[in-house]
């Protein structure tokens, strides 16, 4: 008994210590964490907006896509961008999959029956890939997936890297990425059986040119209804 008291104190010690030394920091504000909280703080949970818009408005034809949806848009304390930052440049996954499954518990399918569509997420070059150990896109399935039960379909790659499109305006966007996604030529012909749909998801729609891209390769093996789901809107 007393031995089993001793190594319950020294792993709470040790637990404490590490608190102090290397303290869990929000996502979002970048606040200590209290030990009940994960990724994020309540504060910040309860604070960010919610996209109120339809993002499928701001490609130039939206009615090629069958749905549309964005789950946040930036605050005046643009603390919704800094979440993106942490999810794209931050060392841990399970933040991208956390917030999936949020994401995906406020989502309205809006006559979508999840358990027939796929949710596909948008590539990164393996070489950027490799440098961040993760996709952020392919997180934020994950933890889609596990909350709608929608099938994930990794159809497309990106056979080439490229600039960021950060500071890129709308034409200079469109430019650099077209034909920046292509279906994997491994892609067994049988993935497609049984849906009704797909939904491409990424973290940010900004000019849509990202996801128009990937829309095109879809579409070059797939017929059905294309939509997009987005963790951010980032309204200009």
Known sequence: MARRLALHWVRETGRALEAVLNPRRCASCHGVLTREENEWCSPCAFSWTRCP???????????????????????????????????????????GVRLGRAMAKEWTPSGIQP???AVVPIPLHRRKQRQRGFNQSEALARGWAEITRMTIA?????????????????????????GLYIPDPALDSTWSNGLDGCLLLDDVVTTGSTLASARNALASVWKGPIGFITLLDAIR
Do not use: C, M
């Not at 069958?66 to 996954?93: C, F």
């Open 53 to 95: 818009t339809n993002p499928r408005l701001r490609f130039d034809k939206p009615e090629h896509w069958s749905h549309g949806w964005a789950w946040l848009r930036n605050g005046p304390d643009r603390l919704e961008s800094r979440l993106v930052h942490s999810l794209k440049y931050g060392v841990r996954s399970e933040v």
């Open 115 to 117: 358990a027939h569509w």
């Open 154 to 178: 990794d159809v497309l790659i990106r056979p080439r890297s490229g600039r960021s499109l950060t500071q890129l305006d709308r034409h200079q966007r469109i430019r650099s990425t077209k």
